[in-house]
């Protein structure tokens, strides 16, 4: 089976910048993915890290690093809006066909 | 461009009577399609997919059942309802796992 584990609460100012980390356990990882949900609304992706490194886009980046079952989510720039909560996803061999979610974190940004 | 739609968005349901949720995609096919639930301050939970019509996959034992009697239609159904089927439910299609489009999900309350 699969867990991961990203921390439940994070807190910054406009302006900062965030880092929400998630570790994974997994057999046959295939990628990490990143989806934000804003209270009472659905989850819409963010990112996807198949190979390692960092992917950019605007204000988000999102790295992996397989050898270390880890990555992580980066916001720049923070804004308002980026309150909301933000969860890792893992695909891997014993279930192709499914993510399987973190439990997410929630992310408050402050004025 | 691919939409996907969910209904009824709110539904108050006393225990033990019968829930059909219903959801469908426009503009793209052969989808996978997805039922998951939430609880309040919680992660997804997968509880059905589907690779094709009439083919689905159980995740989690429960009293909840899933069709998908056309490609781009999946109904969610419980014959009776529990106090902890309460939950957000909801619908999501992807054609690359991972890139999950959801739709706006279904507040179900259980009395």
């Known amino acids: 089976g699969q867990s991961l584990e990203q921390p439940s609460e994070v807190t910054a100012v406009e302006g900062a910048i965030v880092q929400i980390n998630c570790t994974y356990q997994?057999?046959?990882?295939?990628?990490l993915s990143w989806y934000q949900q804003h209270d009472g609304g659905a989850p819409t992706f963010l990112s996807y890290n198949g190979l390692d490194g960092l992917e950019e886009t605007g204000r988000f980046s999102s790295f992996l690093s397989r050898s270390d079952s880890y990555g992580y989510l980066l916001l720049q720039e923070l804004q308002m809006k980026d309150s909301a909560s933000y969860f890792c996803a893992v695909r891997d061999r014993g279930s192709a066909r499914q993510l399987t979610f973190g439990s997410g974190t929630q992310l408050t940004v402050l004025p | 461009s691919q939409t996907i739609h969910q209904w009824p968005a709110t539904l108050v349901q006393p225990v033990g009577s019968p829930l059909s949720l219903e959801c469908t995609v426009e503009g793209t096919s052969n989808p996978n399609l997805y039922w998951y639930r939430q609880a309040a301050g919680r992660g997804l939970q997968l509880l059905f997919y589907s690779v094709g019509i009439g083919q689905i996959s159980s995740e989690v034992p429960q009293n909840l059942s899933a069709s998908r009697p056309q490609d781009r239609q999946f109904i969610l159904s419980s014959k009776k309802l529990l106090l902890s089927d309460s939950g957000f439910y909801l619908c999501?299609?992807?054609?690359?796992?991972?890139?999950?489009?959801f739709g706006p999900g279904t507040r179900l309350l259980v009395l």
């Open positions: 999501a299609w992807s054609v690359v796992q991972e890139t999950q489009y």
């Open positions: 997994t057999s046959g990882f295939y990628g």
